[in-house]
């Protein structure tokens, strides 16, 4: 049986973070593939403006195609309205039926989850697998976490890279460099579409 992770997010835009997180929990878990899933509308951000579902998967195919272990799943995106980890998984489950299903997400989400559809149903489809980010310790992740549920999640402190796709955004929007922040397949991408830059600024 494999171990296939499950890495969904808004990746607007996808950077090394979230790569370093993936390849750091691939490593750590013994996970064969890390399947990287971009959310059509996350039912916590509704009504806030993302990049076009589009123009998102573009920047992260571009960003993962030298891994062979990282790949795109585009499944959310063929459904209209919010995104919910419970559809998700039961529909990964069908499809990934004699594997093992890990989802990778933040200790700040987790200390929410007793908001999301279902997380009783979530939790028994994979195994849940929460980061340690900046600022946020197990303990106070732990808070909020329904008691028949926390024992079902796995507490990981993770490696990673402080880096967010807000201060990318920002960097951009301000003229400023993001080389380092993004691999250079994502940087060109941006400037191609002009991407995150204020109106009237035309793609170079």
Known sequence: MRKIGIFGGT????HYGHLRIAEEARERFGLAHVLFVPNQVSPFKIGDT????SLRVALVR????????????AGELEREGPSFTVETLRRLAQEFPADSLY?????DAVRDIGKWREPEACVALAQFV??????????????????LIEP?????????????????????AAGRSIRYLVPDPVVALIEQQ???????HPPV
Request: charge should be negative; charged fraction near 20%; glycine fraction near 8%.
């Open 130 to 147: 929460a980061f340690y980010r900046p600022g946020v310790t197990e303990s106070e992740a732990r808070v909020g976490v329904p008691d």
């Open 152 to 172: 079902k999640i796995l507490f990981a402190e993770m490696n990673g890279l402080d880096i967010s796709s807000t201060e990318i955004r920002e960097r951009v």
């Open 11 to 14: 990746f607007d835009p996808v």
């Open 194 to 200: 002009g991407l995150y830059r204020p109106a009237g």
């Open 103 to 107: 989802f990778l997400t933040g200790t």
């Open 50 to 53: 993302t990049t076009p579902a």
């Open 62 to 73: 571009c960003a993962i195609e030298s891994n062979p272990h990282f790949s795109l799943w």
